[in-house]
């Protein structure tokens, strides 16, 4: 009768030793893989919300620059003519003469908080989101009172053929352009800037 060799007991330990450190290794690299989705994931979220976050700025700024054009409009403070050949800083956040920049061209007056303030200009503020909307108009002249070809930037246009006052009106032959900064504070103190520029 033949009888099988029997393996020695510690050459048989050894092999269960090898297959659970193989084991374990392959743990580890699921672990590590694992790990690596959930931050993957968790930057694509933090991304989407960025995103989402500075839609929502630009939307806030739209809202500032309607704001700037709105006192130009009906029974606006900026409405009259020679309302806007002074500056109503403290009453609808408006320059007549071009203001100092920085070197992104946007208005000191609208950057360093020290200076809106003591400047007496109005901000809007929706408390419900955490956002504060300011703005300032300014007409690119370099002199106050009424506008002129030489110290305004001019924006011509076609006459208006209808009557004497086609001056006043926009559409006019020459107009002076304002320009609207806008900057925008959000949640986390996030800030972002708009300007845009139109002829009246």
Known sequence: MNRRPVPPQGRRARQHGIVMLIT?????????GAVAMVRSFDTSSILAGNLAFRRDLT????????LARAAFTGSGALSAETARNSDLLNSA??????LETNAQGIP????????FSSAGMKETTDSTQG???RYVVDRQCTGHGPPDDSSCVIATGS????????????????????????RVTGPRNTQAFFQTTFAY
């Open 24 to 32: 374990l290794i392959a743990m580890v690299v699921l672990m590590i």
């Open 59 to 66: 939307n806030q700024g739209e809202r500032g620059i309607a």
């Open 93 to 98: 956040n408006y320059s007549s003469i071009k």
């Open 108 to 115: 000191k007056l609208l950057v360093k908080d020290s200076l």
């Open 131 to 133: 956002i504060t909307v």
């Open 159 to 182: 006459p208006d053929p209808s009557g004497s006052a086609w001056l006043q009106k926009p559409g006019g032959e020459s107009r002076p352009v304002y320009r609207v900064s806008v």
